[in-house]
C-alpha cells in the first residue's frame, strides 16, 4: 500500500508562511505520510519550492496551481469567497495527481468565516487548518485592540458555526487565548488547540562570530526582523533614532517592500550611524546570527494584533524588546519584563523606551531571575511541539 498523502495548500509563500509548509511537511512526513504541497507558480523562485524541485525533500511532492479563471466572480468578489474557491480548485487539481489522505491549511484565515456558508472545500476529506488572525474574542479577553462590536459579533457568529464545518479534525491557533476563550464560551475545550508558534532553535553561541558574520560594527544594535512593511512602525522607529543623542544602530533584516525600500534609503542618509540593511530572504543561518549579534529587537508594529514569531526568537534568543501594547505582543509583554511597552509610537514614547534600555544592561539575561507572567507559554514555542501539535491534530 503506498504511503498515505498529506496535501498542504498555501499560495503564499511571503513572510512566515513558507515556514509552516516547511515545518507542516516535516511533522507529517515523520507521521509517515507522502506530502504534497499545492502553491501558486509565482512562488517557483522561492528558496522553498527552489529545494523541493531539487528534490531535496524526501517524501514530497511540489505542485504549481494558477488561481481558476473566475474566482472572483459574482460572490467571489468577497474575499473569504474567492480564496475558498481558490483552495476547492487546489485540492480538485491535487487530487488528480495524488488523492489526499489528509488536508493542511497552515492559513486558513483565508477562507474561514466563509465555512457556515459554503462547507469543507475538501469535500469529506478530513483537514486541519491554523488560524493566525482570529481577534474576534480579544476585547472579552483583556488583549487590546480596536473596538468593532458589530464586525465582532458577526464574526464570533460565524467562527462558532465554522467549528462544525464537516471534515474539520481540530482548528489551531497561535493565539494561546482563543482556546481558552472557546472553552469558556461554548464548553467546546476540543474543537480549537493552541499552536505554539515556533522559531528554530539553534543559536550560535558567540555574538562576536555572529557581528563578523553579518558585517556589523561596535556598538549597540537594535534589529527589526521580518517582512518590512509600514506595520513594522518603521517609520516611526526611524524619526525617534534621528532625533536621539545616544541612538543604537539600525539592523533592518528582510525583505522589503517598495514604499519601505524607498523610505529607507533616504532616511538611512540622516541616521548616524547607518542603518544595516539586508533586503532579502534571510537564510536560517543569518538568522541566528541576527539574533545572536543584535541587542534588542524592535516590536513596536502597529496595526498588528496577531502574535508575532520575532516576539519567540527574542524570548528564546535573551534579548530585550520594545514592544507595542497593542494585540498579542503586548498581552505577552503585558508585564514590562521582557523589555519597554509603548502605548504610542511618538518620538518621546520611543525615546524613553530606548532610555530604559540604555539603563540596563543589553541584551538582558537569557533567564531572568524573576519569569514574565506567561514565559510558560512562549516556553513552549519551539519546533518540536509544533509538529507534536500538528500530528495530534491530525489523529
Not at 174 to 203: H, N
Not at 226 to 249: D, M, T, W
Not at 268 to 277: E, F, G, T
Request: hydrophobic share 45%; glycine share 8%; proline share 8%.
Amino acid at each position: 500500500m503506498p504511503d498515505p498523502t498529506a496535501l498542504i495548500i498555501e499560495h503564499d509563500f511571503t513572510g512566515h508562511r513558507w515556514r509552516y509548509v516547511e515545518w507542516a511537511m516535516q511533522a507529517y512526513r515523520e507521521a509517515g505520510y507522502h506530502c504534497m504541497v499545492a502553491t501558486d507558480p509565482a512562488n517557483r523562485e522561492h528558496p522553498l519550492a527552489r529545494r523541493l524541485l531539487a528534490g531535496q525533500q524526501p517524501h514530497t511532492t511540489l505542485l504549481f496551481v494558477p488561481a481558476p479563471a473566475g474566482a472572483g466572480a459574482g460572490a467571489g468578489r468577497v474575499a473569504y469567497v474567492r480564496f475558498w474557491r481558490m483552495f476547492r480548485h487546489a485540492f480538485r487539481i491535487a487530487g488528480a495527481e495524488r488523492p489526499a489522505s489528509l488536508v493542511v491549511v497552515p492559513y486558513v484565515d483565508y477562507f474561514l468565516y466563509a465555512l457556515p456558508l459554503l462547507g469543507s472545500p475538501f469535500g469529506a476529506v478530513p483537514w486541519v487548518g491554523i488560524t493566525m488572525r482570529a481577534s474576534f474574542h480579544h476585547s472579552k479577553v483583556g488583549v487590546k485592540a480596536p473596538r468593532q462590536p458589530l464586525v465582532n459579533a458577526v464574526k464570533t457568529w460565524l467562527f462558532r458555526r465554522a467549528l462544525d464545518t464537516g471534515g474539520m479534525k481540530t482548528l489551531l491557533s497561535i493565539d494561546p487565548t482563543l482556546p481558552q476563550w472557546v472553552a469558556s464560551a461554548s464548553g467546546r475545550a476540543q474543537a480549537v488547540a493552541y499552536l505554539a508558534d515556533p522559531c528554530p532553535e539553534a543559536l550560535p553561541a558567540d555574538p562576536a562570530a555572529a557581528r563578523a558574520r553579518l558585517g556589523l560594527g561596535p556598538g549597540r544594535h537594535l534589529l527589526v526582523y521580518g517582512a518590512i512593511s509600514e506595520r513594522k512602525g518603521i517609520r516611526e522607529l526611524v524619526a525617534a533614532l534621528a532625533a536621539h543623542p545616544r541612538a543604537p544602530a539600525l539592523v533592518v533584516a528582510g525583505q522589503q517592500d517598495a514604499d519601505v525600500r524607498a523610505f529607507l534609503r533616504e532616511a538611512s542618509r540622516a541616521l548616524s550611524p547607518p542603518i544595516v540593511m539586508l533586503d532579502r530572504f534571510i537564510s536560517d543561518e543569518d538568522e541566528a546570527a541576527l539574533f545572536c549579534a543584535c541587542d534588542a529587537v524592535w516590536l513596536g508594529y502597529k496595526g498588528h494584533y496577531g502574535m508575532s514569531g520575532v516576539l519567540v526568537q527574542a524570548y528564546r534568543a535573551g534579548k530585550p524588546v520594545i514592544a507595542t501594547a497593542d494585540g498579542l505582543i503586548g498581552w505577552f509583554c503585558r508585564g514590562r519584563e521582557l523589555g519597554p511597552v509603548l502605548d504610542d509610537l511618538s518620538p518621546a514614547a520611543i525615546g524613553r523606551a530606548l532610555d530604559q534600555l540604555g539603563q540596563s544592561a543589553w541584551p538582558a539575561p537569557a533567564a531572568p531571575a524573576a519569569a514574565p507572567p506567561r514565559a510558560h507559554l512562549l516556553a513552549r514555542n519551539t519546533l518540536s511541539e509544533f509538529k507534536q501539535t500538528l500530528r495530534r491534530a491530525a489523529a
